[in-house]
């Protein structure tokens, strides 16, 4: 496994797989790695010839009021994470690295990034499409591997390589959860244990509008979703949203595949959990 810190480096690297005809996988992650970024790294390493995946805290994403200092930084640990799970290269820039003074450009998808958690967190999906372009043509990927777990970002990162003609393939990844239901996170280590224990609710209230999905209207599985979440205590709730699962727009009676999405805070921490729901 080699640890590459520059741009030039891994693009130098990257390119030599890619004339050796070599499918290259990019895993995009902040670190703190879990059972949730190790499922897109086993992916990658069944469908790839060599897997990438790129550690860092992107300062773009996260807004001013923001957990950006305190975001968890095991380094040591997520190397041995990474070697453990047979990754080729992990790719750890310094912010000036990626983002020097110098830089002036950015990425927007526009209305996909204004919605859901878009209205809270107003600079974030910029950040993120930014740094995932950046990521894109520094290690020529052809499989890029995204979770569901953040479902907007996913829809967002795809309209993206549609439309810029990046030549990578968004695969996207089911959600890994704890035996609880919660939704793996790094943030999830900031919770307490009685915190944890409130966040294991969320997923069951999704699970039961999934079962009522084909018997409820839309605003009724969305009100008795709020109702049930807001009883959880000490909960502060964003948003919950459901929209069409193919492209996060409007969704009503007729259409076949949607996802219910939520936004919560507990204490000091944001959670954010979906659920698909077909008819
Ligand atoms: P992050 O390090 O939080 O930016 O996440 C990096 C990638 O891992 C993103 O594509 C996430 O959607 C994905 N991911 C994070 N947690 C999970 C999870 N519990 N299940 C599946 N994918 C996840």
């Given at each position: 496994m080699k640890v590459i810190k520059t741009i030039s480096k891994l693009q130098k690297a990257a390119f030599k797989h890619l004339k050796n005809g070599d499918e290259i996988g990019l895993v995009p992650t902040m670190g703190a790695l879990h059972q949730g970024h190790e499922s897109l790294i086993l992916k990658s390493k069944k469908n790839d010839d060599v897997t990438i995946v790129s550690i860092f805290v992107n300062p773009l994403q996260f807004g001013p009021n923001e957990d950006y200092l305190k975001y968890p930084r095991p380094i040591k640990k997520d190397l041995q994470f990474c070697k453990k799970n047979h990754v080729d290269y992990v790719f750890m820039p310094t912010v000036n690295e990626m983002?020097?003074?110098?830089?002036?450009?950015?990425?927007?998808?526009?209305?996909?990034?204004?919605?859901?958690?878009?209205?809270?967190?107003?600079?974030?999906?910029?950040?993120v499409a930014t740094v995932v372009a950046k990521l894109l043509n520094i290690s020529?990927?052809?499989?890029?591997?995204?979770?569901?777990?953040?479902?907007?970002?996913?829809?967002?990162?795809?309209?993206?390589?549609?439309?810029?003609?990046?030549?990578?393939?968004?695969?996207?990844?089911?959600?890994?959860?704890?035996?609880?239901?919660?939704?793996?996170?790094?943030?999830?280590?900031?919770?307490?244990?009685?915190?944890?224990?409130?966040?294991?609710?969320?997923?069951?209230?999704?699970?039961?509008?999934?079962?009522?999905?084909?018997?409820?209207?839309?605003?009724?599985?969305?009100?008795?979703?709020?109702?049930?979440?807001?009883?959880?205590?000490?909960?502060?709730?964003?948003?919950?949203?459901?929209?069409?699962?193919?492209?996060?727009?409007?969704?009503?009676?007729?259409?076949?595949?949607?996802?219910?999405?939520?936004?919560?805070?507990?204490?000091?921490?944001?959670?954010?959990d979906n659920i698909i729901m077909t008819r």
């Open positions: 983002f020097p003074n110098s830089h002036k450009t950015f990425v927007e998808v526009r209305d996909l990034q204004d919605i859901m958690c878009g209205k809270f967190r107003p600079a974030h999906f910029r950040g020529y990927a052809c499989n890029t591997y995204f979770g569901m777990k953040d479902f907007q970002q996913l829809k967002i990162i795809e309209q993206m390589v549609r439309d810029l003609n990046f030549k990578t393939k968004i695969v996207s990844c089911p959600i890994v959860r704890e035996k609880s239901g919660l939704a793996i996170s790094s943030r999830n280590t900031y919770l307490s244990p009685q915190e944890k224990e409130m966040a294991s609710k969320i997923h069951k209230i999704l699970k039961k509008a999934s079962i009522d999905f084909k018997n409820k209207n839309l605003s009724a599985l969305k009100q008795t979703a709020l109702n049930k979440l807001n009883k959880i205590p000490k909960i502060k709730i964003d948003y919950v949203d459901i929209v069409n699962f193919k492209d996060l727009s409007f969704a009503d009676k007729n259409t076949k595949k949607v996802i219910l999405a939520v936004a919560v805070w507990l204490g000091k921490t944001r959670l954010i």
